[in-house]
């Protein structure tokens, strides 16, 4: 009996899982990276708008806690930028002003503040980066975080960090700079997500799904070159179903997506931006190296790896 219900979980995705952290070049559940590339964006010219980049993220950037129907991702923020990391999913409750981090109803032990802090701190340590961060309301459904946002901005940041248009930056003009990528109503505080080029079909609802997720993917990758060049593409690599958690879907399609990319390595493409579950620091060096190889010089970036 209990054979038949491990196979069963098995092929469902609950216990399909390394209970050990595992470390591979496509996916990474430990809590360090294999090594850092903190400030890759100084080699890009100034002149080169974002639009053409491309550039690694992750889903739910801040899910680190919740058990495995939660977890998303397991390097602290800090972690995340200096491995290379660009683009940040976060998810706020709105409460009276207050903005917390959550994962669906599992709170994530920070609040907005402490996000902004660490970005703005990475920042003023690499000026020659930039990040995007969209911002959603999740659990809540109060349809009005705008000004909580902003009071977070001014007390926790610092307002000229921010880019101030709803127009694509070039590198020059973004470096330093957070850009908010507004997935909520309001006026003009950064960009509008809505205004991305976006794939995420997330809903896996088991493994035996996980081949139409990464066929969503894979088209939306092959379009990301030919598409309009004034218009950021954006590729959730991520999913999760009642049987088939974050981590079973990354540890199957991160493989895909790293073979996907180092097959495509001799070609001066741009896929946008990539947005994972538990990626691995190869992997986002794979990622990183596709605008590295467009005339310009491979300087060496990369540092050992920390603990924080």
């Known amino acids: 009996m209990w054979c038949k219900i491990i196979k069963l979980l098995l092929l469902l995705g609950i ?39 491309t550039m690694p993220g992750t889903h739910n950037t801040m899910a680190l806690y919740g058990g495995v129907y939660a977890e998303c991702q397991t390097w602290s923020l800090s972690s995340q930028l200096r491995a290379g990391i660009r683009f940040l999913d976060v998810r706020v409750r709105h409460v009276k002003g207050n903005l917390t981090i959550h994962h669906g109803v599992a709170y994530q032990h ?29 659990l809540s459904e109060t349809d009005n975080i705008y000004g909580a ?19 694509v ?14 997935d ?10 809505d205004s991305l ?6 809903k896996v609802p088991t493994l035996l799904h996980v081949e139409e997720k990464w066929q969503s ?28 958690v974050p981590r079973a879907v990354a540890q199957r399609v991160n493989p895909q997506l790293y073979d996907y990319l180092r097959a495509k390595t001799d070609l001066n493409q741009r896929f946008g931006i990539i947005c994972m579950d538990f990626p691995a620091a190869p992997l ?9 190889k467009a005339g310009m010089e491979n300087a060496s970036l990369m540092q050992p790896a920390l603990q924080f």
């Not at 609040?111 to 309301?137: C, I, N, W």
């Open 110 to 138: 920070t609040h907005f503040g402490h996000v902004l802090e660490g970005v703005q701190d990475f920042l003023a340590s690499y000026p020659s980066e930039t990040v995007l961060m969209r911002v959603k309301e999740e």
């Open 197 to 202: 080029d976006i794939a995420d079909d997330w």
């Open 284 to 292: 986002v060096q794979t990622i990183i190296d596709f605008q590295l």
């Open 15 to 53: 216990s399909g899982l390394s209970w050990c952290a595992v470390q591979r070049p496509d996916y990474d559940d430990t809590a360090t990276p294999e090594f850092l590339n903190p400030s890759w964006m100084a080699s890009i010219p100034d002149e080169r708008p974002l639009s053409e980049l």
């Open 149 to 167: 946002v902003v009071e977070h901005v001014r007390r926790y940041a610092r307002w000229e960090m921010l880019w101030h248009s709803r127009l």
């Open 184 to 193: 909520f109503l309001g006026p003009d505080l950064g960009m509008r997500y």
């Open 169 to 182: 930056p070039t590198m020059g003009q973004a470096r330093g700079k957070l850009i908010i990528l507004q």
């Open 217 to 244: 993917v894979y088209e939306h990758l092959e379009m990301a070159p030919v598409g309009n060049k004034d218009q950021i593409f954006l590729t959730y690599s991520s999913g999760t179903g009642i049987f088939a």
